[in-house]
């Protein structure tokens, strides 16, 4: 009995002597070798210093200014339409709508000059042919034979002045093009058509004539 436990005693002393000898070995290995410090684990604070130093490498190879810490990321600016486009369609509005307005001057269309021009600028057509054509179908809508339709337009009326232009200037652009021609005025028009067009071509002269700039 004594026997054996000498022989217990022993290997418990065998084997702390072996757990104290290997630890030291560890010891003596990791200060020989330490942990890269890449594969440290990182504090949050350093993580985000790597992340700014890596944005700063990027900007540098693409040319770009890597954004500063705390900077919010910008949105591009919407497009707007370009300012010369706005300003030489106001500037053709306003120099057409006092032309038609002189020469409708004392006729119930008289004051829809910016309506007319609108509309010209707006569907790509000669500003004078509306009412140059208006002028020649009713006397500028004095003798109309349906609501609001100064055009001898087929059997079409319209609620007021402003629909009408509108609608008549489009369909011109549809039917027609920028300007009607002999062909055009053959399908626009019946009876003499040529002496129509003429008429409608003095009308389209005079109101480049009313320039009241």
């Known amino acids: ?11 418990v002393i065998a084997a702390v002597v072996a ?7 560890c010891l003596a290995l990791a200060r020989t070798n330490p942990l890269p410090q890449s594969q440290a684990p990182q504090t949050e604070q350093q993580a985000e210093q790597t992340e700014q130093a890596e944005q700063t490498d990027q900007a540098a190879q693409t040319g770009e200014q890597a954004p500063a810490e705390g900077d919010e990321a ?9 300012a010369e ?3 030489d369609r106001e500037q053709f509005v306003t120099t057409w709508a006092e032309r038609i307005d002189a020469f409708n001057e004392g006729y119930p269309l008289a ?13 790509h057509v000669d500003p004078r042919l509306s009412p140059a054509i208006a002028r020649v179908e009713s006397q500028s809508g004095m003798v109309c034979y349906h ?3 100064a055009w001898g337009w087929g059997d079409t009326e319209w609620p ?48 480049w004539e009313s320039d009241t700039l």
Request: no cysteine; hydrophobic share 40%.
């Open 1 to 11: 009995m004594n026997k054996t436990i000498q022989t217990l005693v022993a290997t």
């Open 74 to 82: 910008q949105q591009p600016a919407a497009e707007a339409a370009p």
């Open 19 to 25: 757990m104290a000898s290997f630890t030291q070995l």
């Open 160 to 207: 007021n002045w402003n629909e009408a232009i509108r609608a008549h200037v489009k369909g011109l652009a549809e039917g027609y093009g920028y300007d009607i021609t002999p062909e055009g005025a053959a399908s626009y028009a019946e009876g003499d058509t040529d002496a129509w067009l003429e008429q409608v071509e003095s009308f389209k002269n005079e109101i």
């Open 147 to 149: 609501a609001y339709n």
């Open 111 to 123: 004051g829809y000059g910016r309506t007319f021009a609108e509309a010209a600028y707006d569907n």
């Open 85 to 87: 486009e706005q300003v």
